[in-house]
């Protein structure tokens, strides 16, 4: 645990999803080792009960719906304005929508609609990082992508489909942004 302090002591965290599940447990966890910490969620019923345990003075909540770029933008821009600097942009948001086992069920709006939250809100997040990290050059971006891309059956068609593409993003951006000194991973949790 002490390194895990030491590596975020002083270091400025925004987490898209941060207001419940896996983005408040790490925005607790982060804010614990010394990370300053930026919410960003459109649940915003949730804002003071997720920043007060963290603290007002090292944390923020945004409204930010990440299937809007300009929302996005806008988020990281205040972070940096708010905390003078961005080190990890932790793209955590994303939706499971109701599970059809069958494809003949599933509906080519919700598909669509499920496959543009999850993998275009990981795509801007790591767009808007990288525009403030590259001048830095330093950084982390870390997105959620599923075991349920390894692992048939375990998600709705589109959301499997979606992590396989974080994934794919996530390597083919680590590439690019490594000459930076801008570590690119991905998470995929199971229950």
Known sequence: ??????????????????????????????????????????????????????????????????????????????????????????????ILDFYKERIIDNEKTDFERELSVNITCVFVGMKHAARVMVPARAGSIISTASVASNIGGMATHAYTCAKHVVTGLTKNLAVELGQFGIRVNCLSPYQ
């Open 1 to 94: 645990m002490l390194l895990l302090e030491c590596v975020l002591e002083g270091k400025v965290a925004l987490i898209t999803g941060g207001a419940s599940g896996i983005g408040e447990c790490s925005a607790k966890l982060f804010a614990e080792h010394g990370a300053k910490i930026v919410i960003a969620d459109i649940q915003d019923q949730l804002d003071h009960a997720i920043c007060e345990p963290i603290g007002l003075s090292n944390s923020i909540y945004i409204h930010c719906d990440v299937a809007n770029e300009e929302d996005v933008k806008n988020t990281v821009d205040i972070a940096v304005t708010t905390f003078g600097k961005l080190n990890i942009m932790f793209n955590n948001a994303g």
